[in-house]
């Protein structure tokens, strides 16, 4: 079997889930051949070079860019394709799903975008929030899009009540794939108490640093040891540069930028935090827990599918009371943060490894393919 996967970006958690399916697949004993077909990945998953084509599509408008993409589908006739982002799926149902004799389309909604949020996640600050046109223009195409192809993934339980009452998809186009992550050799045991807060993603609005930086500086004036390490970039980077800078943080927050070695940077940390107020199942928080590493996390999305209280602690999503106690509880209480970042890596051992993840998506392009 051949199975295309379709990028249009080159970093985030999709490319990562790609390369990781890719390596995972070519390594095991079924006859699977995975190609990754976009522009060339920036990942900390693996070595993507054996399974890249390349391809770039720069933006929706893109139609030579779009067209070449189809074209490279064809000639490589693989037996499924399958697009891991959002402009991916749409080259997939615009171009692709208009041929007669075309494999089978599948899709995985990794996400809501920030301006169509407000009726997917239930808390926090983007909750309720009206979508506007722009909202309902990405919801609205979503819909048609998912609508033509063979199968749309939800990455969690969560996603899938959604696509299915907001998108209205039929259930026997739905197929729920929990996101898995490679289990690594398990690093040093961080400190009986945190001091080394990391935080892995991107500087999107919707990431919530701003909050964080503001929860650390509260926590930081009682605690002299505590540090934080930012890895990640966007547009809110210079906005959180100054308020380190306001709040007199230089030397004990770092921005170190995007990485691709982002198992290191967690063995370093004592605990992961992702303050989010819009996730699905996000990658870096597994990465975090496969590292063995305490995480607080929003429970937003399908985190609570992942960290359950017994493996870390779950915070209201924009809420700094909250976020400044569980950090507090990580940096203070003797032998938390080991004990749960042990519970943390068990979990993504038995519930989100790449292995499990692979068998799902293999056994889904098999029906596909029939």
Known sequence: MRVALLLTQDRGGPVDL??????????????????????????????????????????????????????????????????????????????????????????????VPDVAAGAWVASGPLAGRRAGLAGWSRVVADAAVARRLDATVAPSQAMAAYLARRLRLP??????????????????????????????????????????????????????????RLVGDGEEVARCRQLVADCGLEGRVEFLGYRTDARDQLARADAFVLPSYNENLPLALLEAMAAGRACVASAVGGVPEALHPACGLLVSPGSLIELVGAMDRLASEDGLAPALGRAARERVASRFSIEACARSYLGLWRQLAG
């Open 18 to 111: 790609s390369v990781g399916l890719a390596l995972q697949l070519a390594a095991g004993p079924d006859p699977v051949e995975v190609l990754l077909l976009g522009p060339e990945p920036v990942s900390s998953a693996g070595d993507h070079r054996p399974f890249w084509h390349r391809a770039e599509v720069s933006s929706k408008a893109d139609l030579a860019g779009a067209r070449s993409l189809a074209g490279l589908v064809a000639s490589l006739g693989p037996d499924v394709v399958h697009a891991q982002d959002r402009r991916a799926s749409l080259v997939a149902a615009g171009l692709l799903a208009r041929g007669r004799r075309r494999p089978p389309l599948a899709y995985t909604y990794h996400g």
């Open 171 to 228: 259930a026997g186009r739905l197929r729920v794939i929990a996101n898995g992550v490679d289990l690594p050799p398990e690093p040093p045991p961080p400190r009986p108490r945190a001091e080394e807060f990391v935080a892995v993603g991107s500087f999107a609005p919707c990431k919530g640093m701003p909050l964080l930086l503001q929860a650390f500086a509260t926590l930081a004036r009682r605690m002299p040891r505590v540090r934080l």
